[in-house]
């Protein structure tokens, strides 16, 4: 399964736009690209997955572009609560990927 | 309420003495995984199953063993112990191959 690369962390401040880019040179074309969000002593908590193009929901929206080579997660407007690792992932049938993920810290 | 649980939450134990960390959900989901958290790491698959009896080996399963006699528990099994195997554990479900997993609290295990 290929693997993923991410920034180590990102800072922000609340009220802005953050986008985390996620690398995946050696994508497959079984594979799926998703996102998780962890706080600190909880499990990861699904954001938000797509194959190609774009995809948006209520919380985040994820950029792909047509060679699927990386992929970018939105989060509009973080706030303080938003401060987390969030993590990019592929995923081929039941094998999942999880990398190291980017700590996002938002500051007030 | 939905949700995926673990037992025991933490776990002292020392090298060689054999220990279970159960996992059950309540969402009758066919698909079920075991994770190991480590610094710097982030989460690597340690075994998942696709339905009851039907096992299959992540990317870290030496050490460990699985069981899935029932849809709604997996219980991770680690025979002998070592240090190398302090860490923090979760277990996941989900309703289908590929799709949103539901994690537990996490077993925070250490090995002395």
């Known amino acids: 399964l290929a693997k993923t690369t991410q920034p180590i962390s990102m800072d922000s401040y609340e009220g802005q736009e953050v986008n985390i880019t996620c690398s995946h040179n050696?994508?497959?074309?079984?594979?799926?690209i998703t996102w998780y969000q962890q706080f600190p002593s909880q499990g990861p908590r699904f954001i938000i997955q797509g194959y190609k193009t774009k995809v948006t929901n209520e919380v985040a929206s994820l950029f792909i572009p047509a060679d699927r080579k990386s992929s970018t997660l939105s989060l509009p407007r973080v706030s303080l609560s938003d401060t987390a690792v969030y993590y990019c992932?592929?995923?081929?049938?039941?094998?999942?990927?999880f990398g190291s993920g980017t700590k996002l810290n938002v500051k007030p | 309420e939905a949700q995926v649980t673990q037992n025991p939450r933490y776990l002292i134990t020392v090298t060689g003495k054999k220990l279970t960390v159960t996992c059950s959900q309540n969402m009758n989901h066919e698909y079920m995984s075991w994770y190991r958290q480590d610094p710097g790491l982030g989460l690597r698959q340690i075994y998942y199953s696709m339905n009851v009896e039907v096992t299959d080996k992540g990317d870290v399963p030496e050490g460990y063993k699985v069981s899935r006699k029932e849809k709604r528990n997996f219980p991770l099994i680690l025979e002998s112990p070592s240090p190398n195997q302090t860490s923090l554990y979760f277990c996941?479900?989900?309703?289908?191959?590929?799709?949103?997993?539901?994690f537990g609290p996490g077993t925070r295990l250490l090995v002395l």
């Open positions: 992932l592929l995923y081929n049938f039941n094998k999942f990927y």
């Open positions: 996941a479900s989900s309703n289908e191959e590929g799709a949103t997993q539901y």
């Open positions: 050696n994508i497959a074309t079984n594979d799926y």
